[in-house]
């Protein structure tokens, strides 16, 4: 039962809840009240039962976390840590196991950090790793030994750490091993997140900033229920907004790209968080101080009971790529260009295992990809940031990461369903053709015929089959200031001064009026580079909108592309995309009519 009071604190109107919880016994209130106090050591032997009674209650009772009962292990990983039998608290040594091993391990979710690395594994101290114990030399980083004391406190004897258990340097292990991790993680029967802390250094415990409390003694009527209680103030954003409990934006985990995944495919996570503990499974979302949802927010498996308050929480599993894809694109990952699709390989496998017959070509899924294509940069949170904004145009292919074409050449925070989605309902004109990708010549974990490229890629060609392009000019610095396309056979458009977003035009009098030409842009362009330019407006789809006059009103989703560089293509034609816009179909005047002609259509190479 959910209990808030209001009360004013100056003239602040301020929500706070009653924790109805001594700190020395249970209160009889405690069934009605949801409040807990928190305690301050996240490590206290308190906090960790507490942690233990979750795991255990979803192992016993959740039909939904876990394999069904009876069935035998998950396959152990290629190595593990050995923490000895429960009850151990003697040395911890590297195992190394034998295809085909069975048994029930913990895997650790943290940051490595700036911060010293000798202690990683490597082909010169794995053999002493093996033998002797693993801090024999080099201590254990005190995330990883809490993560250790946490994984024996729960008996559980293995524990995965990549630190450990993949050979860092030896990139044909690294490619063989994180490649796995839809196994690792998807199998691990506990996921211990270190969600605050900012390096492997930091700890996983710490000591947290409890909220200011107020204690008062309260009795019933007729004196059955008396005791002491707590008023302490919540979080309004959180209140208002349930998804904020899930993301964790303020810890740096959330800005680790490899922490995705590695929540994402746990069937069950504790997460250190920096003000108390919480607890993710497929049934349930609570914490330390008696938050309780019923359901999951972030999940890869469709088994998952849904957080049932709102409609944006439930998305459909076709659609769950599309969130989770948002929460990845802007992400730190130390080398871009290496990992930026190796991060999300282990999301990408389990997508692929759900959709089946689909191809995955460059974060893109082959059956959806024409509604992917129309991605953007997010127009809301990116023009805070416009210094990271790329200007060097176009990248350079010693540092290939990903086609145009796809979200992942971007470093900024994206818009799969540009906009609103509306996209999905649109009526599509594009179609797939076909799509070559160039695997990584040192990914070992790939072959031919296995279409299915998650890891690192260095090249990608798409074909689409589609509407001609629409030639734009660029129009230069407008007297009005702006700078614009117009089209051959059009009217001037002219793009707002920030570059995208709102456009501009001129009515029959030349007077400038706002339309719906919304423009976004995947690099800042300056009026320089546009000058000289091949831009085309290539036609996706159309979807119709009610003007202000009540008329249907057209659109074309585009994306603006230009002409790729000969030696991109070893002469061949071949496309760039630059963004996105939408193109009103009155204005385009009698373009508009080879839109729908099929005739007409062409094949087009994106890269
Ligand atoms: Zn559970």
Redesign the pocket.
Known sequence: MYVFFLFFFGRCLTLVQVVPVTKTAPDQLVDIFRGRLVNEDSGDPTTLSIAKDWVDS?VKH?N??GPPRGQQPPLLPTRVLDLGPPGSTGPVKLLELVQGQRGKYAALSYVWGIVDTSYKMTTLNRDDYIIQKIDFKTPIPKTIADAIEITRFMSVQYLWVDAYCIKQDDIKDWHRESGKMLEYYGNSHLTITASASFDANWGTFHSRILPSTTSFDYSSINGYRQGTAFITALDPAKENRQTKNFLFENDPITSRAWALQERVLST?NIIYSSDQMYYE????FRSEDGLFINGRYLSANPKTKPVPLFTELRPDIQSRWDVLVDLYAARDITCQFRDKFVAISGLAKKFGQLFRSDQYYAGLWKKRIIQQLFWCIDPVVNPLVESVWHSDWPPTPKYYKAPSWSWACTDLQIQSRNPDGRIYAAEQYATFDNCAIQPDPDDETYYPGNEALYGRITGAELFIIAPPKVPLRFLGTSTQGRDGFYFPDGVPLWLTDESYNWAHTLDPNQEVISVQYQTRFDYRFESSQLWDMEIYALALGRDATINQDGMDSMNYLCLLVTRASRGDQNGAEAYRRMGTIWLNEYRMKGLAISLIDKSQYEQITLV
């Open positions: 979803c959740h939904l976390c069950r499974c497929n049934q349930h």
